[in-house]
């Protein structure tokens, strides 16, 4: 089936303006997380949903970092009063969960440019 | 928590050949699982190999494999006949087997296949 997929691809906005990021996971997918690479560096974690059980926020880097899950579909990230800082790529991730080696499949990202 | 070292930041090979990228990691695991991903210029993650800990073969897929020491904590890949496809950034990343399945990334080896 269909892989992950994320949109916009890439977003520009300005200083102070809240964006919002959005991720489809893969069909059936229990688990969904978010990823941050900035340039030339690894991907960190932001956050992550498992089913219907509360989100493990512990990769946020501010309160004005959120994000929500529908379910086992899609979710949103949306960053408020966006700062130079959180120029990046935000990769989404989602797997079955059900195996013993929890494989993570990523979707294409979204380059955000705060200006 | 768990850290993952890639300390080869580039890397350059000739079409054809065999290279092989470093890494390590820390942790007070006991099991847990690794993986390398690739991520080309398109930045989509591409899983190319993980391996599981308790199994001590080291796993191959097709011109990848690696070279998994637990007790020095190394998880090295090894591409042979190496083409120009494989030009992309390589990330190693760690992940325990419990509870948040968050992936722990390196920040990534640069690899160029030169033709």
């Known amino acids: 089936g269909a892989g992950v997929s994320q949109s916009p691809s890439n977003k520009v906005t300005e200083k102070g303006k809240d964006v919002e990021l959005r991720c489809d996971p893969i069909?059936?997918?229990?688990?969904l997380y978010w990823y941050r690479q900035r340039l030339g560096q690894g991907l960190e974690f932001l956050i992550y949903f498992q089913g219907n059980s509360a989100p493990d926020k512990s990769g946020l880097p501010s309160d004005r970092f959120s994000a929500e899950r529908t379910g086992e579909s899609v979710s949103t990230l949306t960053i408020q009063r966006t700062q130079q800082e959180d120029s990046a790529v935000y990769l989404c991730?989602?797997?079955?969960?059900?195996?013993?080696?929890?494989?993570?499949?990523f979707g294409p990202g979204t380059r955000l440019t705060v200006l | 928590a768990q850290t993952v070292t890639q300390s080869q930041p580039e890397m350059s090979v000739q079409e054809a050949e065999t290279v092989t990228l470093s890494c390590t990691y820390d942790?007070?695991?006991?099991?847990?699982?690794l993986f390398w991903y690739k991520q080309p210029p398109s930045r989509q993650m591409i899983l190319v190999i993980r391996q599981e800990a308790y199994k001590q073969q080291n796993a191959t897929e097709n011109r990848f494999s690696v070279n998994f020491q637990k007790a020095a904590k190394s998880f090295s890949l090894k591409i042979s006949d190496s083409q120009l496809g494989d030009t992309a950034m390589y990330f190693c990343a760690f992940m325990k087997p419990t509870g948040r399945r968050a992936l722990t990334f390196g920040s990534g080896t640069r690899l160029q296949v030169q033709p």
């Open positions: 942790t007070s695991e006991s099991n847990y699982y």
């Open positions: 069909s059936g997918h229990t688990a």
């Open positions: 991730a989602s797997s079955l969960t059900s195996g013993r080696v929890d494989t993570q499949y």
